[in-house]
């Protein structure tokens, strides 16, 4: 999901741009209001003890989300694009609020601080050495195809879901789809609608290497 609206975005030239700093404070802003927007939602679910039932696990972490994404990436416009972003946000909260519940708080911070260095490091090596990244597109795309299909295969194949390296694989992708998203956005014209697309490509990166993590940790915590 992330490689296609990074490959949207890429092709949005608009007549709005507006100057570089002002581009990425932006995604900055739209990634951490994303981020804690979600963790927001989170927590209050999380407090009335909500459990999700499958119908509203396929229509909040499936259905609404995919909506979001294509608004988000079809969209020229800025509010559409926010709209289909809080699709994705607030949804994604909902589901995500059992996990409050079952991972420690220590846990949960160990998990938030590596995400947090690992966005960090992946920023700062997209900016000096975009050359790393610029070919990663395709192969991250077929990586994460792979993982998906695992994952799906975890449901059925209780060998697969015990073996913790998928989880260190899936950690890596995110990792460097976090680095080839920030190297997108050097490249993107500078505008904010553009700059909201980038930002849901970050959080999908971001929160997928978050959860990965919370699970390696509460795997060892155990």
């Not at 003890?49 to 696990?57: D, G, K, Q, V």
Request: proline share 5%.
């Amino acid at each position: 999901m992330s490689l296609s609206i990074s490959n949207e975005v890429f092709e949005k030239t608009g007549h709005d741009e507006i100057a570089e700093r002002t581009f990425f404070l932006a995604v900055g802003a739209a990634v951490c209001y994303g981020l804690g927007l979600t963790a927001w939602v989170a927590n209050y679910f999380a407090s009335i003890n909500y459990h999700p039932s499958l119908s509203a696990l396929l229509i909040l972490g499936l259905a609404l989300p995919i909506i979001g994404i294509i608004m988000a990436a079809m969209s020229h416009d800025p509010i559409i694009s926010l709209i289909g972003y809080h699709l994705i946000l607030v949804p994604f909260g909902v589901i995500l609020s059992p996990i409050v519940n079952i991972y420690a708080p220590n846990v949960i911070a160990k998990a938030f601080g590596l995400t947090a260095c690992i966005t960090g490091i992946m920023t700062v090596l997209a900016v000096s050495h975009p050359d790393w990244f610029k070919n990663l597109g395709a192969p991250l795309f077929f990586a994460l195809s792979g993982l998906i299909v695992v994952r799906i295969l975890q449901i059925f194949i209780p060998f697969l879901a015990g073996l913790t390296i998928i989880d260190y694989a899936a950690a890596g992708i995110f990792s460097l789809y976090i680095g080839y998203d920030m190297y997108r956005a050097t490249h993107v014209p500078k505008t904010f609608d553009n700059a909201v697309d980038i930002a849901v490509s970050l959080y999908l990166d971001i929160l997928n290497l978050f959860l990965v993590l919370l699970r390696l940790y509460g795997d060892s915590d155990d």
